[in-house]
């Protein structure tokens, strides 16, 4: 019988690897990463001392209270804002600015109304001065991926909001980059689309093996979408644990009903009960 196992573990310290050193070099590195913002003389210290190893191919999932810091380290991870002190590599490159070769899907699809969707999606190659029309075939065999092929030509407006996040998560992987980062992508969606959009976005990684960086507030969409799920404390944001989550793929529908979820799921819900992010009584 497929099992599933469920490690709970302090977080793995980012190890250097050289290329040919025997070491695959991970897709993202970050040590010792800690980030103050400062307003109206005001300092709050939003990350303290995060440590992340994440492997190529890998799915890892970053879950924790509002405020925590989720975001912010997944947008320094992406170079948009800078670390205060530590240091961050994405494929052993350390970030000292914006990193080119990602992709990032944010909670708002932020689609432009006055283009087609097949030129929503090719408006991040026009933007990184490529030649447009050698993507026009790659950017509808994405659309296709994503259920899309016959909406090429609509507009925004006329799509459904999970049709609207399909037409973001092709355009981020127009450029075929080998990291993907995902900001609550689904954080606006009505539960049955969200539910959807999970199924599809495993079926899509599964199909292309990229690096993915997963935010969430939801238990379950970690538990059910990731490789590891990190589990961030309350602000100052540190990462408390890293739940690995061995169960069978594609988990899809029946997810859920799989051996190893519950336990996958109950051991992130007691770390929360423990920091009283959640309250209650187990029935």
């Given at each position: 019988?497929?099992?599933?196992?469920?490690?709970?573990?302090?977080?793995?310290?980012?190890?250097d690897?050289?290329?040919?050193?025997?070491?695959?070099?991970?897709?993202?590195?970050?040590?010792?990463?800690?980030?103050?913002?400062?307003?109206?003389?005001?300092?709050?210290?939003?990350?303290?001392?995060?440590?992340?190893?994440?492997?190529?191919?890998?799915?890892?999932?970053?879950?924790?209270?509002?405020?925590?810091?989720?975001?912010?380290l997944?947008?320094?991870?992406?170079?948009?804002?800078?670390?205060?002190?530590?240091?961050?590599?994405?494929?052993?490159?350390?970030?000292?600015?914006?990193?080119?070769?990602?992709?990032?899907?944010?909670?708002?699809?932020?689609?432009?109304?006055?283009?087609?969707?097949?030129?929503?999606?090719l408006?991040?190659?026009q933007?990184?001065?490529?030649?447009?029309?050698?993507?026009?075939?790659?950017a509808?065999?994405?659309?296709?991926?994503?259920?899309?092929?016959?909406?090429?030509?609509?507009?925004?407006r006329?799509?459904?909001?999970?049709?609207?996040?399909?037409?973001?998560?092709?355009?981020?992987?127009?450029?075929?980059?080998?990291l993907?980062?995902?900001?609550?992508?689904?954080?606006?969606?009505?539960a049955?689309?969200?539910?959807?959009?999970?199924?599809?976005?495993?079926?899509?990684?599964?199909?292309?093996?990229?690096?993915?960086?997963?935010?969430?507030?939801s238990?379950?969409?970690?538990?059910?979408?990731?490789?590891?799920?990190?589990?961030?404390?309350?602000?100052?944001g540190?990462?408390?644990?890293?739940?690995?989550?061995a169960?069978?793929?594609?988990?899809?529908?029946?997810?859920?009903?799989?051996?190893?979820?519950?336990?996958?799921?109950?051991?992130?819900?007691?770390?929360?009960?423990?920091?009283g992010?959640?309250?209650?009584?187990?029935a």
């Amino acid at each position: 019988m497929s099992r599933a196992t469920v490690v709970a573990s302090r977080a793995r310290p980012a190890q250097d690897a050289a290329p040919g050193a025997g070491t695959q070099v991970p897709a993202i590195g970050v040590s010792s990463a800690t980030k103050r913002f400062s307003r109206d003389g005001m300092e709050t210290l939003a990350l303290d001392g995060i440590d992340l190893t994440v492997a190529r191919g890998e799915f890892v999932a970053i879950v924790g209270p509002s405020g925590c810091g989720k975001s912010t380290l997944l947008r320094m991870v992406a170079g948009l804002i800078p670390a205060t002190s530590g240091s961050l590599a994405v494929s052993g490159q350390p970030v000292a600015g914006p990193v080119t070769d990602l992709g990032v899907v944010f909670q708002s699809p932020t689609l432009l109304d006055w283009r087609t969707i097949i030129d929503n999606v090719l408006v991040q190659v026009q933007l990184r001065g490529l030649p447009v029309e050698r993507y026009r075939d790659k950017a509808m065999a994405l659309l296709a991926q994503v259920g899309l092929e016959e909406f090429a030509q609509r507009r925004p407006r006329e799509l459904s909001g999970g049709m609207r996040q399909r037409t973001a998560i092709a355009r981020a992987l127009i450029h075929d980059p080998p990291l993907l980062l995902m900001d609550e992508p689904f954080g606006a969606l009505d539960a049955l689309t969200r539910e959807q959009m999970r199924i599809d976005l495993e079926a899509l990684w599964l199909r292309s093996q990229k690096t993915v960086l997963f935010v969430t507030h939801s238990i379950d969409e970690a538990v059910l979408l990731a490789d590891r799920v990190v589990v961030m404390t309350p602000r100052p944001g540190r990462i408390d644990r890293v739940v690995e989550v061995a169960l069978p793929r594609p988990r899809g529908l029946d997810g859920r009903r799989l051996p190893g979820f519950a336990p996958a799921a109950d051991a992130i819900t007691e770390i929360f009960l423990a920091r009283g992010v959640l309250h209650g009584t187990r029935a």
